[in-house]
């Protein structure tokens, strides 16, 4: 039986649910990185970097070569740089309304506390 495509979406977010897979997802955006470029941008141990790589490379939202003894990692597509981009227009959106009440409800206390 095939999994319906709202648990699938469902998964796929579970999955990049993590800081430092978005993180990774984020720097990949400029283009490959060798992992020892991703560890000094990151600064995390080495080995929670790879247990991080591992899901998203098992997932297939990217993808590794090997150059002599270095690993390089770069976006499987295109559409997970996009993906990164909506992300941040949403969230741009989202924390500008949050500003507009944050500056609304400090309006209303100075109006409450006012002699």
Do not use: C, W
């Not at 080995?47 to 939202?61: D, H, K, P, Y």
């Not at 924390?95 to 944050?102: E, F, I, S």
């Amino acid at each position: 039986m095939a999994v319906p495509l709202y648990q699938a979406k469902a998964e796929f977010f579970r999955m990049l649910g993590h800081p430092v897979r978005i993180r990774v997802l984020e720097l990949l955006q400029d283009g490959p990185m060798p992992v020892r470029d991703l560890l000094a941008a990151i600064g995390i141990e080495p080995s929670n970097l790879s247990q991080q790589l591992a899901v998203l490379r098992r997932s297939g939202i990217v993808s590794s070569t090997r150059e002599s003894s270095t690993v390089v990692y770069q976006l499987a597509g295109g559409d997970v740089a996009e993906l990164m981009r909506a992300a941040r227009k949403v969230l741009t959106v989202m924390l500008a309304g949050q500003q507009d009440l944050l500056a609304h409800l400090h309006g209303s206390d100075i109006e409450t506390s006012a002699p």
